[in-house]
């Protein structure tokens, strides 16, 4: 039997009570596109954790939003995600928020307001189809944590991260593991002079030939365990202005 969706689209525009009924009954038709108008951010948790049936979704919340972790996080079946009229002012966490999108293909941030965000921790994490996203609108002016921020997303071919300001950046752990499509990533911005963990930044990045790192440093560097482990197929490693301690963990960095 072919189940044949015939709505193409839902606009909801959630008002006070109810909200769990009315999103149950529209997601249980499968329109192809569902678009989530809300209060607050109890609104914006709910809608997002009924997306499992859901190709494509567009949320607008002029809310005080403070976290978005988890937002999207497992939602499998889930392809375009529109959050150009996502107001993240007061966001500071993005952990885990479209962690496991298995099937997602596009994200549109618009102008989001990422300037308060310290945590993006498997952001992208597991998103096996995504082959590139635009980052450029990234605030990342008081960024800490980015570990696992792309891990296992295995179709991700290349990145530009030359507008990331890092300097509060302390975590990049597995930053980029498994991503074994990648080709190229943009560093030209970054500034590491305070990162602790750059264990397994690469591990596992078995397509990158090339990698330019010369604006990163290892002022503060601990470990850099497992760093370039198993990228089988790096020819150019520029580290020129990478000095660490002579007490740092270096076990299989190259291996």
């Known amino acids: 039997i072919m189940k044949v969706s015939i709505i193409s689209e839902i ?8 909200l769990q009924q009315i999103l149950n009954e529209a997601y249980d ?3 192809d596109n569902v678009i989530v108008n809300g209060e607050n951010r109890n609104d914006c948790k709910k809608s997002c954790e009924l997306t499992e049936n859901i190709n494509n979704i567009t949320l607008i919340f002029n809310a005080d939003i403070t976290t978005c972790e988890n937002m999207f996080y497992g939602s499998k079946n889930i392809e375009k995600i529109d959050l150009s009229n996502f107001h ?44 590139s996203i635009d980052l450029s609108k990234f605030d990342t ?68 030939i090339f990698l330019d790192l010369q604006n990163f440093k290892g002022d503060s ?3 850099v365990e497992r760093m370039f482990f198993e ?15 002579s007490s740092i963990y270096i076990d299989y960095t190259f291996k």
């Open 29 to 31: 038709l499968e329109p």
């Open 221 to 223: 560097v601990t470990t």
């Open 11 to 18: 606009n909801l525009t959630i008002i006070g009570n109810g």
């Open 88 to 131: 993240t002012e007061q966001v500071t966490s993005m952990k885990y928020m479209f962690n496991g999108c298995e099937k997602l293909i596009k994200i549109d941030f618009g102008n989001i307001e990422t300037s308060g965000v310290k945590n993006m921790e498997g952001l992208f994490s597991s998103c096996y189809e995504l082959t």
């Open 141 to 208: 002016t008081n960024l800490e944590n980015t570990q696992e921020m792309f891990y296992n997303s295995g179709n991700l071919k290349s990145l530009d991260l030359s507008n990331f300001k890092t300097t509060n950046l302390k975590n990049m752990y597995r930053m980029f593991g498994r991503c074994r499509s990648l080709l190229f990533v943009n560093f030209s911005g970054f500034d590491t002079s305070n990162v602790k963990n750059m264990q397994g930044i690469f591990c596992d990045c078995n397509e990158l």
């Open 231 to 245: 990228c089988r197929k790096l020819k150019y490693l520029n580290l020129k202005s990478f000095d660490v301690k």
